[in-house]
């Protein structure tokens, strides 16, 4: 029994752990890692069943995006990236300082990690 090419998901990398002589056949997996700063929806591996079908549908692969992060008054941020695992680090101009958080992460729910530090 073999199954249909699964078909590749967008922005992800595929690897296939084959169990027989063909291709797709029964018990062949298929797993999807998606690519840096996209989050994985769903499951990431999907198994060739004895009726000939997968088990479970494709994943997909979403580019998750934090907003632009607010600069506080007399603050200066280093990094622009917003995917997900990107760090902004905040510094203040002149002879203030820094009073919170000094960096903050891209988290996969879209938000940055921590709060606004303020300058004084």
């Not at 797709?24 to 890692?33: A, D, G, I, K």
């Not at 069943?49 to 494709?58: E, N």
Request: aromatic share 8%.
């Amino acid at each position: 029994v073999n199954c249909t090419e699964p078909g590749h998901v967008e922005s992800s990398v595929r690897q296939v752990l084959p169990s027989g002589p063909h291709r797709y056949s029964f018990q062949t997996t298929v797993s999807y890692r998606c690519n840096a700063g996209y989050y994985l929806l769903g499951t990431s591996s999907i198994a060739c069943q004895g009726d000939g079908t997968w088990d479970r549908s494709l994943p997909k692969c979403l580019l998750v995006l934090c907003d632009r992060p607010s600069i506080p008054p007399y603050a200066q941020i280093s990094g622009d990236r917003r995917t997900v695992g990107s760090v902004i680090r905040y510094s203040c101009i002149g002879q203030r300082s820094v009073i919170g958080n000094t960096t903050r992460m891209c988290q996969l729910d879209a938000q940055w990690s921590g709060s606004p530090p303020h300058c004084s």
